[in-house]
């Protein structure tokens, strides 16, 4: 991994990722991160991390990746701040004064945040790690065998839901995307299981099954207060943890969760215009210049001369997210321009056909090259 690391530092990759929350991520200690951490020290490049917990190990978990950043004196980025499991509720004030604390000490940390009480993750993550050790085909075999689903249901009832903590119930689960069983798309696992007669953790494991593993789910694992008290953070910035879907094409399937539309907009109208939880000045802030410097670009983020010209017009009074769970392939509303690079992308609503971005690789000091 250190020379893989290496190679693609020289290649101009930003920096170096990490899933540690789930498999196989979740499977490397904290020492293998020492190590690949001393390589971005080494050649330069940024730490991301979704860190190894969000529930009652949210803390250690964070402390993990602060860690990274003190002991090889690189940048972290700790992937969507949150707090998630009903026995983790109301704590996010407490987590972010313990991330402030180490920015306090000289720590390069910085945070992003999506803004919903949900999560979207493959179905299977919501299990015990151990279930998909060795791969996908493993995991699928062992959810045959009667002696797992029993061990797999005792972990739950005793642990939560693998790294999210203690879900409300098995009705806040929501199918988003499933290939073999694309009917059930925005159906409950606690429908399911009460159509079916059997229990959440037994309908989950049939699911899995008839998916080979592949289910995506979006469920309800945050509260609105402690979503709300880290959007307000100065330091937190905005972003969707999404990827680009299209409301046609072969993105178009299945109940995803609407962030991957409205992350955005739902920031400006829902907690800056209705419920005024961030001034605009702020919250555009999050989104750009904030967002910007955060990862290290140099040349874009501000409006200022000889920068990159990337503008987004909107309308404060009505921009805002138009998708929901139900019908999450909505774009959002009031945004009718949009500039990459200097060239119009987006026109009156409707997109121009410009491909103006580029990629960006890392210079030898951190600069876009």
Known sequence: MERLLAEARSAGAWGLSSGLFTPPGCFASAEEMYAIGGVLRKYGGAYASHVRNEAGGVFDAVDEAIAVGE???????????????????????????????????????????????????????????WLQEGGMAAMVGRLGDKAVRARVAEEVATRGCGAFGRLPSWDVVRLAMTAAQPELAGRTI?????????????????????DKGATRVVFESMTENDV?????????????????????GPTAGGSPHPRYYGTFARVLGRYVRELKTLPLESAIWKMTGGSAAALGLVDRGLLREGLAADLTVFDPATVGERGTYADPHRYASGIRTVIVNGAVVIDGGEHTGALPGRVLRRGPRGIAA
């Open 190 to 210: 606690g429908e399911l299981a009460a159509e079916r007669g059997t229990s959440g953790v037994e309908t989950v494991c049939d699911v899995l099954a008839a």
């Open 228 to 248: 709300q008290t880290i959007l307000k953070t100065p330091w937190v910035v905005v972003g969707s943890d999404g990827v680009a879907l299209a409301p046609y």
């Open 71 to 129: 002991r090889c004196a690189v940048h972290v980025q700790i992937g969507h701040l949150k707090v998630s499991g009903t026995e983790n509720w109301g704590a996010a004030a407490r987590l972010v004064e313990h991330v402030e604390a180490a920015r306090r000490r000289g720590a390069r940390i910085d945070c992003d945040q999506y803004p919903y009480t949900t999560a979207t993750n493959p179905l299977r993550n919501l299990l015990p790690a």
